[in-house]
């Protein structure tokens, strides 16, 4: 994927892995643990925001993605120019992580199952 590739070259010279004069790294987006629904995250994703991008665009397509998982990759990646694992949630990862929690197996014995 050349996108990778070139973020990753940039992100390379940036961190002195690599060096080339040719190439002049700059990468805007929010780190992966921001909160992506924060106005200031898009401020530092977006420099232009408020100027070349609508902040009420950006208002609205955060909205629409809090209350559907599956736009919340859209908007980090497009948005918050953030590299995800799937390009379709169908549920919020702290949905998810909060069912890490352990489990009696012998409670579930003789429970029946209702769809």
């Known amino acids: 994927m050349v996108c990778f590739e070139q973020h990753q070259k940039a992100e390379d010279i940036l961190c002195g892995r690599k060096a080339d004069p040719t190439f002049y790294p700059v990468i805007y987006g929010a780190v992966d643990d921001a909160d ?5 995250v898009w401020y530092q994703a977006n420099p232009s925001l408020g100027h070349t991008i609508d902040i009420g665009k950006v208002r609205n397509a955060c ?3 809090r209350d559907n998982p599956a736009e919340e990759n ?6 918050l120019n953030q590299w995800v ?3 379709t949630r169908w549920m919020q990862m ?9 489990v009696d197996e ?3 014995l003789g429970r029946l199952w209702v769809y």
């Open 85 to 87: 694992k799937q390009s």
């Open 94 to 102: 702290e949905k998810w992580d909060a069912c890490a929690f352990p």
């Open 74 to 79: 859209i908007f980090r990646q497009l948005r």
């Open 106 to 108: 012998g409670e579930l």
């Open 63 to 65: 909205m629409s993605a």
């Open 36 to 40: 992506w629904t924060s106005e200031e």
